[in-house]
């Protein structure tokens, strides 16, 4: 009898420790899953970086954008690839020079998240600002949503009043109005 209750509680010890096994193997490979899924989309945010400021290649956006990307500024949203490459065009046509350095890189799941330093020559007609020859430097803050391994959406902010400051502009209160 004493051997039947030994080998009964064996097998029931056997059998947990096997099932606790699977459980762990699952989270596991589910968990090895989702960084891969995240270091590859870390990857597609740092080719896009390196293409669109660097490399200054408008088909970077073919490449890593969806057709119907939407788009979140501080100042303007756009919806699809066409009009985020009107927007886009317009930059590389006044920026010259342009460099973009990755400081940081964080993706959690499908989305990654940037803080990037953008510099670059104005050189160009911008938003209706004739070419300073100043160098520009700016901070942008960038959260990307990416599906099946192309960016679906993008929200950025970026240092807009200081960019303008850096072009020239000033900025002045309105005068009061008049009673």
Known sequence: MKNILSLVITLVLLFGMSCVDQADKADLKALKSKQHVEEHNKQVIQKYWEGKWNERRPEILDECQ?????????????????AYKAVYQSYLSALHNTHLEIEELIADGDRVVSRCLLTGVHAGELEGLPPTGKTIETQMFTVFRLVNGKIAEEWEIMDELG????????????EPAAE
């Open 66 to 82: 969806t057709p119907d990307v939407l788009y979140h500024g501080s100042s303007m949203s756009m919806t699809g690839r066409d």
């Open 163 to 174: 960019f303008m400051l850096q072009l020239g502009m000033e900025l002045r209160l309105k």
